[in-house]
């Protein structure tokens, strides 16, 4: 497609579930972020990846998160024995990194998760 | 470290009002600074973005901003405002070379009566 596809759009899932959120950034996008969006609050980085190099995992909130990017496109985000404080619009973005010069980041539409 | 103040969390103007969106940011060098529109139910998408050069930026839909380094601001301006305007509006702070790391601030809601 023409922009970043995410899915599921909506997730509901009981206390304790592990959780799969996926990303499909623009067709040769090298970069590509995930956030977390919880009601009434801005944006909150969560890991970046670039390319070939580490992912920049430093927005983590624990290690129940993780995500992995497989062949340089699609990007994974996995949340593992959710808790209720999970709840909240999970987005992703991409972008044509321009050497040193990050470009604009397009966003997905995101996944919204509920944790009951 | 950085951070971005949205002082206003919602605001409701006429249509046909201006519109002036106010953001704060703290930041320790040179900050490359965004506004997003969040429409409900979708992705976030930008509006304009500034860096270096002219402190009065022009983006999309009519809208502008200017950077002023003295009050550490970057409000969002548009003349006249529309219905399909109706969203929410981020402003960001971050680094050149990494803007997806940036700093959102809380949102601003903006709400358009007829």
């Known amino acids: 497609g023409a922009g970043v596809s995410q899915s599921p759009s909506n997730k509901v899932t009981e206390k304790g579930k592990d959780v799969e959120l996926r990303c499909d950034p623009i067709?040769?996008?090298?970069?590509l972020y995930w956030y977390r969006q919880s009601l009434g609050q801005g944006l909150e980085f969560l890991i970046y990846?670039?390319?070939?190099?580490?992912?920049?995992k430093s927005g983590l909130p624990s290690d129940r998160f993780s995500a992995e990017r497989t062949g340089g496109s699609v990007s994974t985000l996995t949340i593992q024995r959710t808790q209720q404080e999970d709840s909240a619009v999970y987005l992703c973005?991409?972008?044509?990194?321009?050497?040193?010069?990050?470009?604009?980041?397009?966003f997905g539409e995101g996944s919204r998760l509920t944790v009951l | 470290a950085q951070s971005v103040t949205q002082p206003d969390i919602h605001i409701t103007v006429s249509e046909g009002a201006s519109l002036e969106l106010r953001c704060n940011y703290s930041?320790?060098?040179?900050?490359?600074l965004f506004w997003y529109v969040q429409s409900p139910g979708q992705g976030l998408q930008l509006l304009l973005k500034?860096?270096?050069?002219?402190?009065l930026v022009q983006g999309i839909k009519g809208f502008e901003a200017e950077f002023k380094r003295s009050q550490s601001s970057f409000n969002l301006r548009k003349p006249s405002v529309h219905w399909s305007d109706a969203a929410e509006y981020f402003c960001?702070?971050?680094?050149?070379?990494?803007?997806?790391?940036?700093?959102f601030g809380d949102g601003t809601t903006l709400t358009v009566k007829p």
């Open positions: 973005a991409s972008s044509l990194a321009l050497g040193s010069v990050a470009g604009e980041l397009f």
């Open positions: 067709s040769g996008h090298t970069a």
């Open positions: 990846f670039q390319g070939n190099s580490a992912p920049d």
């Open positions: 930041y320790g060098a040179t900050p490359y």
């Open positions: 500034y860096f270096s050069g002219d402190t």
């Open positions: 960001a702070v971050g680094a050149l070379s990494n803007a997806g790391k940036s700093t």
